[in-house]
């Protein structure tokens, strides 16, 4: 069956809901929240003279519950704009509509006879091949389907999303024995496609898999941490990016979750646990989780759990951290470890795992401890939890926001060895691993003809993993490298497109990287049809120039080095908008400064939803100077219509620079005019170098020829400066600004209106770069700016002087 999703029903306003309901509201569904009426009407209700009949009443719970979403932060929306999108409604006035919905997603309260009764209603107004899925972590999805009829159990299903489902990725899908196969197929392709994400299909087996293996993860960390009496601040430096894991560790991501969600999943786990978990018991509580579950010192939500946020005497905000022998809390104080500072220079955390593991002080000991623990519990869930170990992979790395899987890990320390360490613990895992190995099979992945192979139990052989067909893994292609430095990878990605990689710290565009997207273009010219700038790092596309390079130049007053460097990174930039060959950018994450700049001059950008852009060269004293000045003066430029007020738009562009603006998403940043209509979003992370590929594939065969220089930039000259100084210095003297504030401001409108002009007229690309240039130059020369680089560089916030 064909089918399409364009409204959909979200049963449940609370935080899952709302935040559901404005995931799919990103993506342009319609959608329609209902909630519960409430039971009566308040004081201040009735003063108003509302009645319980009045709309502001019936749906007061589902309104309130959704404007305190859309208010949070992290934002669920991708622009604010699209709560437009979303309908609210009672369940009392409002579920009728659901006839007219093609998916209706069930987030009531964790109650299995709440849930049936809803159901028992919804079955009876939908029409039929309505889909129809809980959102529940913690019920067995085909309890939930008991008495229903035969249609509705076809198209019924467990779709367990992640908190907050707009930023993590997994999205569980969990069928029953009646759920119709195509429902599966389609649920599956279209939380890939449409809605982002990973989509592992789970059995309906306690936990699922993410919060079966993770919560088991948590608790034994913890416990362990308790038994070799290291302290908060400890584990979640060992549990945090160190380990290829998310800046909150450990204590920190169970205060964000909040300990009574986390007490509650380990309760489900150990109740259901019996007869069928050989390691039921570790889901008992440890003893210090049990104390802040009995205090109500459950996280963020009450203000404090394994941390609490104060005033100090200045009024700044002061994390202190639980101290488990008293009770109290104190000051985080600074952790260190040897096995830590060894591998500070090992920026791949696929080889620091090893190291980390062989690691002699309590560092490496809670390693070995903690994973010889995680990897056994995992090797005994297969075929309970799931048949496959990428599946495992899949919803723990998603779900967490762990760079690698459990079975992955256990790859990049060696099989072997981890075995030898597990067997040393007396944590022996299941007999399958040891029969791999007996088998003569040494790593539970392996990559073939450029793709990823799993080790299947059963057949005892490698099969390729499904789904990747629609994605490029450039880690998988390691043989299709065609030049490379010690600053990028140049890539054979098939059908005439390069990929150009880059591999330094944070990426950052320093000689090497410059080198390599001079490079990449020239090879494209000569011999393939198209480039794409795109990578796989979990941090930035790329933080921008390398200021520390900047910095060593401009503290010795190399000016001529500066103006070389920056003349030759501003030629690149605009050799990657007018070369031979269709060149596309594939952001994410971060894309600043020089990281922005580069987008801003590809012929197509292919941008993952959640990419922060922005020309952020103001916090460190200077201004865009590799061409994003000028781009932003050109952009405003071709918006201008006749009678338009046109230093309105030039000022938006301005104050965006001015404020080192930084976009919260893909969406945000195609609204301040960093990216264009021309340009594509793309929900899926894994999907975005297959979707660059394509779109470089589609310049090229619609017959891309090369552009050329513009000459035709309208700029408005002393008219523009005059209006932007006027406003610096009404800030200056609010005291909004600093003096050097002001002065790079001023500098800044200087170059986007185009110098020192009579009045507004046309320029030239070169004439704006040139500008750039000059600004940039005379502003490294300023011993604030300098105090602003050495501040950022310090590891510490650039000094507002």
Known sequence: MNRSIRKVAVLGSGIMGSRIACHFANIGVEVLLLDIVPKELSGAEKAKGVTAEHPAFRNKIVNDSLQQTIKATPASLYSPAFASRIKTGNFDDNLVDIKNYDWVIEVIVERLDIKKSLFEKVDALRKPGTLITSNTSGIPIHLMAEGRSEDFKKHFCGTHFFNPPRYLRLLEVIPTSDTDQQVIDFLMHYGDLFLGKTTVLCKDTPGFIANRLGIYA??????????????????????????????????????????????????????????????????????VMQKLFDNKWLGDKTGQGFYKKIKDEKGKSVILALDFETLEYQLSGKVKFATLEGTKAIGDVWKRFPVLLAGEDKAGEFYRKTFADIFRYATFRIPEISDEVFRIDQAISAGFGWQYGLFETWDAIGVKNMLGIMESLNLKPANWVYEMLEAGNETFYKVEKGKRHYYDIPSKSYKKIPGQDSIILLSNLSDNIVWKNAGANLYDIGDGILNLEFKSKMNTMGAEVIEGIQKGISIAEKDFRGLVIGNESSEAYSAGANLAMLFMFAIEQEFDEINMVIAQFQQT??????????????????????????????????????TYIGLVELGVGLIPAGGGTKEMALRCSDLYQAGDTELNILQAAFMNIAQAKV???????REMNYLQEKDQIVLNRSRLIAEAKQAAIELAENGYTQPKQRSDIKVQGKTGMALFMAGIAQMR?????SDHDAKIANKLAYVINGGDLSYPQMVTEQYLIDLEREAFLSLCGEKKTLERMQGLLNGGKPPRN
């Open 663 to 669: 976009s919260t998403s893909a969406q945000e940043a």
């Open 218 to 287: 948590l608790i034994q960390t913890i416990r362990v941490a308790e038994e070799m009496g290291l302290s908060v601040d400890e584990v979640d430096k060992l549990t945090g990016p160190v380990a290829g894991r998310p800046k909150s560790g450990t204590y920190r991501l169970s205060d964000v979750v909040g300990l009574d969600t986390t007490v509650h999943v380990a309760n489900n786990l150990y109740a259901s646990g019996e007869g069928t978990d050989e390691s039921r018991d570790a889901f008992k509580l440890p003893a």
């Open 573 to 610: 930039m605009m050799r990657a908008r007018y070369s031979s060959i269709p060149v596309v950018t594939a952001p994410h994450s971060l894309a600043l400064g020089g990281g922005c700049e580069l987008n801003l001059h590809a012929d197509k950008v292919v941008a993952h939803a959640e």
């Open 733 to 737: 003297l609010a005291n909004y600004i």
